[in-house]
């Protein structure tokens, strides 16, 4: 299914109609991109592999990780985390993520084994040892 036009309303609770049907944290991990953003102030977020419930969201700013902020699921296709960001997984591989009261912003994934230019890194480089 595609994913819907547009972001979920900031006076949502948990945008359940914005959900994607079928539920797995796996497919919440990886890089993103904020839709009309730029991926040099906060626009490239990393998603950590999950441990039982919980992950790390790592937002970047010059291509540098910056902010670690430890998040849980809190239902299917939902996330919230300690620095006050909700996640919703919904259709067409996309993230709606939300910060305190602010408006949603929606993410994409970043294709594997795409580069960021001139560094020769992949964008989903980075791993966390266990």
């Known amino acids: 299914m595609a994913a819907k036009e547009?972001?979920?309303p900031c006076t949502t609770c948990c945008a359940t109609e914005w959900k994607a049907a079928e539920y797995?944290?796996?497919k919440f991990e990886g890089?993103?991109?904020v839709e009309k953003g730029s991926p040099m102030c906060c626009g490239k977020v990393w998603v950590i592999?999950?441990?039982c419930c919980y992950t790390c969201v790592v937002f970047s700013c010059?291509?540098?990780p910056l902010l670690c902020d430890l998040t849980w699921t809190c239902g299917d296709n939902c996330w919230v985390s300690e620095?006050?960001?909700t996640y919703i997984y919904g259709e067409g591989d996309v993230v709606y993520h939300q910060w305190m009261c602010?408006?949603?912003e929606k993410l994409t994934r970043v294709p594997a084994g795409v580069?960021?230019?001139g560094s020769g890194a992949p964008a989903d480089g980075m791993a966390m040892a266990r």
Do not use: F
């Open 6 to 8: 547009g972001v979920p």
């Open 24 to 26: 797995d944290k796996k």
């Open 31 to 33: 890089v993103w991109l």
């Open 49 to 51: 592999p999950h441990c």
């Open 62 to 64: 010059c291509y540098m």
């Open 83 to 85: 620095g006050g960001s």
């Open 102 to 104: 602010c408006p949603y």
């Open 115 to 117: 580069t960021r230019a």
